[in-house]
Nanobody, 126 residues
Framework: QVQLVESGGGSVQAGGSLRLSCVGS????????MGWYRQAPGKEREGVAS????????YYSDSVKGRFTISQDNAKNTIYLQMDTLKPEDTAMYYC???????????????????WGQGTQVTVSS
């Protein structure tokens, strides 16, 4: 059973940085694609970054490209989301996701087959 545990959220002022971590267990890490999604109050969940763990190829939404960096540490079964130059509109609950079928995650889409973590809150004040 896939289990994902996020950490690293918090409150920061605009222009600041945070790094989120997601530790995966219960599956072969390199056989799954992984990604970060976020959901702000009153809005739909959206994909922000994803990674093809076998090859390291990354994908970003236009809203975070150039500011966020997704990376992986296969030895620790962990992916990271380095978030720089944070803006108030980045405020959301951030979720880690994993799927063996990479099409949805690499396309930053949501499918019913994604496994989710419990989320970590990121709050950016102006």
């Amino acid at each position: 059973q896939v289990q994902l545990v996020e950490s690293g959220g918090g409150s920061v002022q605009a222009g600041g940085s945070l790094r989120l971590s997601c530790v995966g267990s219960g599956y072969t890490f390199s056989s799954y694609c992984m990604g970060w999604y976020r959901q702000a109050p009153g809005k739909e969940r959206e994909g922000v970054a994803s990674i093809y763990t076998e090859g390291g190829t990354t994908y970003y939404s236009d809203s975070v490209k150039g500011r966020f960096t997704i990376s992986q540490d296969n030895a620790k079964n962990t992916i990271y989301l380095q978030m720089d130059t944070l803006k108030p509109e980045d405020t959301a609950m951030y979720y880690c996701a994993a799927d063996r079928d990479c099409a949805s995650i690499l396309g930053l889409r949501i499918s019913p087959f994604l496994s989710w973590g419990q989320g970590t809150q990121v709050t950016v004040s102006s």
